[in-house]
């Protein structure tokens, strides 16, 4: 029989069951499409992080922590770094050393979370951040020096309600009034806060300790070499303190995607499990259901095979049903997180890609092959005789 021909045999088999088919394949699709919505949001990521950092952030970064491996460095560095750093800066072709005191302020409400930057006031932000350009009031100066003040970043001005001369909270104990905010510009830098760093020592209770200090050299390609020089230095490798470049930075990202997208597929597996055993209880009550047909199939000299090719290709019309609804739901999903993204920090946080679309929809018929395999071997073993003593 041609392919057209038990298509249509098996749509129809489909169709006779109208309510178990429907459930079984939204229980599929819903599956389908969380595990696509949580990978989404990494592919989205990975997209605003390729754009972002190569413009945003130093040629190199010495930390505690590699840059990339969590959100921002502990404030727990010793500041003598600081001038081991600038004696070594003549040799090694490096143009500025920045100490930098940066936190996250997290918030149930997203809107409300904020990124703290602490920069020398007499360098100003200029120091670690290039292209801002000041909307209203104006930048750091360095006459902020050991004043609390605060320059936002548009979408962080928006996201906190706000505006010039406002007063930013940024601890129970610490406070800074607003005297800048920057023109909408990269999807990250517009969702800092950018302060002397005294300001942002004092009102976390750090001390002089530091998160990282940023190095920006006089000849940027030399930034692997560097990092290995000062690797080898006694006072800077020798206390367990990391060296990043702008191209470690990507990879620790996307390492860390990687293992958010390994978690989601994990996760979603257990619900993909329930709908592919779902897809085989239906198929098999349906085999069940029509052992007569299939034993009058088998009289008229129907041979197993056929009957095992249609009972599979049920399966798989059902989970691709179950897949392409299942996609349906993801972009919805995919949708409602980028309206939310946009609105939070001006950049959309999750991506359908074509990968994705067919990562979907060859899961979706992989679980269907596999879900029917049993039934269609059932019900290509089904006997004659015992199909007409059911009649």
């Known amino acids: 029989m041609r392919l057209p021909d038990l298509l249509r045999l098996s749509a129809l088999g489909l169709r006779r069951r109208p309510v178990r088919t429907a459930l079984t394949a939204l229980g599929l699709a819903v599956a389908l499409g969380s595990m696509l919505l949580f990978l989404s949001l990494g592919e989205g990521l990975r997209g605003v992080f390729a754009a972002e ?25 010793n500041p003598a770094v600081v001038e081991e750093l600038q004696r070594l800066s003549a040799p090694l072709g490096i143009e500025a050393v920045t100490p930098v005191a940066a936190t996250i302020r997290q918030s149930l409400d997203p809107s409300q979370s904020a990124v703290f930057y602490g920069l020398p006031a007499a360098s100003g932000i200029g120091a670690m951040f290039t292209g801002l350009v000041v909307a209203q009031g104006r930048l750091l100066e360095p006459g902020d ?39 909408p510009g990269s999807a990250l830098n517009d969702t800092f806060s950018y302060l002397p760093i005294g300001a942002v020592q004092r009102a976390f209770g750090v001390g002089d300790r530091l998160s990282l200090v940023a190095l920006q050299l006089k000849n940027p390609a030399d930034a692997a070499r560097v990092a290995t020089a000062l690797a080898g230095e006694a006072q800077i490798g020798g206390l367990g303190l990391k060296i990043s470049t702008r191209a470690d930075v990507a990879s620790n990202v996307g390492k860390l995607l990687n293992s958010a997208d390994l978690l989601s597929v994990c996760l979603s597996v257990i619900a993909l499990i329930v709908g592919g055993l779902a897809v085989v209880n239906t198929v098999m009550m349906g085999v069940y259901e029509r052992t007569r047909e299939f034993g009058t199939l088998r009289a008229i000299g129907a041979r197993p095979a056929f009957v095992r090719q249609l009972v599979l290709s049920e399966t798989l019309l059902l989970s691709g049903l179950g897949g ?14 980028n309206v939310y993204t946009q609105q939070l920090a001006g950049f959309d946080g999750a991506a359908l890609t074509p990968r994705l679309i067919m990562v979907g929809l060859g899961v979706a018929l992989g679980l269907g092959l596999l879900a029917g395999l049993w039934p269609a071997r059932s019900a290509g073993r089904t006997a004659v005789v015992d199909a007409l003593g059911r009649l």
């Open 145 to 183: 020096a050991g004043k609390d003040v605060v320059v936002l970043g548009a979408r962080a001005a928006q996201n906190l309600g706000l505006g010039l001369g406002d007063t930013l909270e940024l601890t129970r104990r610490g406070r800074a009034r607003v005297v800048g905010i920057l023109e």
């Open 53 to 77: 950092l190569g413009t945003v952030g130093p040629d190199l970064q010495v930390a505690s922590t590699r840059a990339g491996e969590t959100l921002l460095p502990n404030m727990d560095m």
């Open 324 to 337: 392409v609804v299942g996609l349906g739901l993801a972009g919805v999903g995919v949708s409602g997180v």
